[in-house]
C-alpha cells in the first residue's frame, strides 16, 4: 500500500513538474510574441513618423525658400551635443536617449535642489504620508513645467539659424524628427528584448529535441 502511494505521488509531482516547465515555456513563447509585435509597431511608427517629418520639411522649405532652409546655414564648426545616447552594457542592455543637453543639467540641478531642500527640511518627514505625497506631486509638477519650458527654448534656439520667423511646418518638422530618433531607441530596445525571449524558446526547443 506504501509503494502504490510512493508511486502516486512521484507521478503527481512528474505531471506538475512537467506543467511547470510547460507553463515557463508557454510564457516564453507569448513574451517573444508580444516583443515582436512591440518591434513591429514601433517600425512601422517610425516609417510614419520620417514620412510626415519629409513631408513637413519640404513644405517649410516651399514657404520659406531654399535660401533660407538650406545646410549652408547649420554650424559645421566642432560643439558638444545637444542629444546623446547612453548604454547600459549589464547584463541586459538598455538603451536610453538624453535629449538636449541643456535640459538635461536643468533636471540635475532640480534634483539637487531638492536634495537639499529634503536635508535643510528633515521635519517634513513627520507631517504624515499625505503631505509629504502633495509636497512632493506639486514639485515635481512644478520641475516637468521648468524642464518644458527649457526644451521649448532648446528647440527654438536650434531653429534660430534659420531666421527668428519660420514656417511652423518646419517646427512641425523638428518635432517628427525628434519623435522619430525617440523611436530609434523604442526599437532598439524592444529588439533587446525580442532577441532575449527568442533565445530562451530557442534554448527550450533546443532542450526538448535533446
Known amino acids: 500500500?506504501?509503494?502504490?502511494?510512493?508511486?502516486?505521488?512521484?507521478?503527481?509531482?512528474?505531471?506538475?513538474?512537467?506543467?511547470?516547465?510547460?507553463?515557463?515555456?508557454?510564457?516564453?513563447?507569448?513574451?517573444?510574441?508580444?516583443?515582436?509585435?512591440?518591434?513591429?509597431?514601433?517600425?512601422?511608427?517610425?516609417?510614419?513618423?520620417?514620412?510626415?517629418?519629409?513631408?513637413?520639411?519640404?513644405?517649410?522649405?516651399?514657404?520659406?525658400?531654399?535660401?533660407?532652409?538650406?545646410?549652408?546655414?547649420?554650424?559645421?564648426?566642432?560643439?558638444?551635443?545637444?542629444?546623446?545616447?547612453?548604454?547600459?552594457?549589464?547584463?541586459?542592455?538598455?538603451?536610453?536617449?538624453?535629449?538636449?543637453?541643456?535640459s538635461g543639467n536643468e533636471k540635475l540641478l532640480l534634483g539637487e535642489e531638492q536634495s537639499s531642500h529634503d536635508k535643510s527640511h528633515p521635519q517634513l518627514r513627520h507631517r504624515g504620508a499625505t503631505l509629504l505625497s502633495e509636497e512632493k506631486t506639486s514639485f515635481e509638477n512644478k520641475a516637468s513645467c521648468e524642464i518644458d519650458d527649457q526644451v521649448q527654448k532648446e528647440r527654438s534656439k536650434s531653429l534660430s539659424v534659420f531666421g527668428t520667423l519660420v514656417s511652423p511646418k518646419l517646427r512641425a518638422a523638428q518635432l517628427s524628427f525628434e519623435t522619430a530618433l525617440e523611436t530609434l531607441v523604442e526599437i532598439?530596445?524592444?529588439?533587446?528584448?525580442?532577441?532575449?525571449?527568442?533565445?530562451?524558446?530557442?534554448?527550450?526547443?533546443?532542450?526538448?529535441?535533446d
Open 188 to 209: 532598439a530596445n524592444t529588439r533587446s528584448e525580442m532577441l532575449r525571449a527568442f533565445d530562451k524558446v530557442n534554448q527550450k526547443s533546443g532542450g526538448s529535441k
Open 1 to 102: 500500500m506504501e509503494v502504490a502511494d510512493h508511486k502516486t505521488q512521484s507521478l503527481e509531482n512528474g505531471q506538475a513538474a512537467e506543467e511547470e516547465v510547460d507553463e515557463i515555456e508557454n510564457d516564453n513563447v507569448l513574451q517573444f510574441m508580444d516583443s515582436m509585435d512591440a518591434y513591429l509597431t514601433l517600425v512601422h511608427s517610425l516609417s510614419s513618423t520620417l514620412r510626415q517629418g519629409w513631408l513637413d520639411l519640404a513644405s517649410a522649405r516651399h514657404s520659406m525658400g531654399a535660401y533660407r532652409l538650406n545646410t549652408a546655414l547649420l554650424d559645421h564648426t566642432s560643439h558638444p551635443a545637444a542629444t546623446s545616447l547612453l548604454v547600459d552594457e549589464g547584463k541586459e542592455p538598455h538603451f536610453t536617449l538624453c535629449k538636449w543637453r541643456s
